[in-house]
């Protein structure tokens, strides 16, 4: 089932720009974590942020997790054309045996 | 090796048809997923296995039977499906808590898209 929502569901910008996604989800969560997909492919995990933090960083990519509005988002910072992919959060909920529930994800185009 | 294979890469299949999707992994984790993806949808989950026994089924029609011979391997058997079946089949792998290093993350598959004329 699916647990949380994504925004935008599309969002196009120019390379070089940064680009923000954010999740929502609704029950407690050990962690949630943000997923790439490239079109038609299998999923490439990005990056986990544990229930205990707050914000973290890889790369280019920022997460930031505030659990008392139980939502995220996902920042990508100085965009590239190959960046151009769908981008999902996941929950892992507290109790779920290591169960990932899906957001709806974000359709992100990076324009060169 | 880091890798979650799957076979075939694409299927066509007839509504009589009996085919099987394959999935492997040899990074010692010991439980192994089944997701569905529409196009433009996340993926849903269909079958979790833990230490080779089916743990969670989520209400997933007959038609659709996995089954796990050991811990690298995870099959899933199609039989008389339905065009609205026609999706991209997603394999996944994640350790277990004591198995070792990051045992939060579920490492996927590339997927086997399949098409049911």
């Known amino acids: 089932s699916q647990q949380g929502e994504e925004d935008p569901q599309a969002l196009s910008i120019q390379e070089g720009e940064n680009a923000t996604m954010n999740c929502s989800y609704k029950?407690?969560?050990?962690?949630l974590q943000w997923y790439r997909q490239n079109s038609g492919r299998g999923l490439v995990h990005l990056i986990l942020?544990?229930?205990?933090?707050r914000e973290k960083h890889s790369g280019r990519l920022r997460v930031t997790l505030d659990t008392s509005k139980k939502s995220s988002s996902l920042l990508i910072t100085a965009s590239r054309a190959a960046d151009t992919a769908s981008y999902f959060c996941?929950?892992?909920?507290?109790?779920?045996?290591?169960?990932?529930?899906f957001g709806s994800g974000t359709q992100l185009t990076v324009l060169p | 090796d880091t890798e979650v294979t799957q076979t075939p890469k694409h299927l066509v299949m007839g509504m009589t048809n009996k085919k099987s999707l394959k999935c492997e992994q040899h990074?010692?984790?010991?439980?192994m997923y089944w997701y569905k993806q529409k196009a433009k949808k996340p993926p849903e989950l269909m079958f979790v296995y833990s230490y080779e026994k089916l743990s969670i089924n989520e209400s997933v029609p007959s038609r659709f039977s996995p089954e796990c011979p050991n811990s690298s391997l995870l099959n899933l058997h199609l039989h008389a499906l339905q065009p609205e079946d026609s999706a991209l089949y997603l394999c996944a792998s994640i350790g277990l808590a004591g198995s070792g290093s990051s045992y939060n993350e579920q490492f996927f598959g590339p997927g086997t898209r399949l098409t049911v004329l």
């Open positions: 996941a929950t892992d909920a507290k109790g779920s045996a290591r169960q990932l529930t």
């Open positions: 942020i544990r229930s205990n933090e």
């Open positions: 990074m010692g984790h010991r439980a």
């Open positions: 029950t407690s969560i050990n962690n």
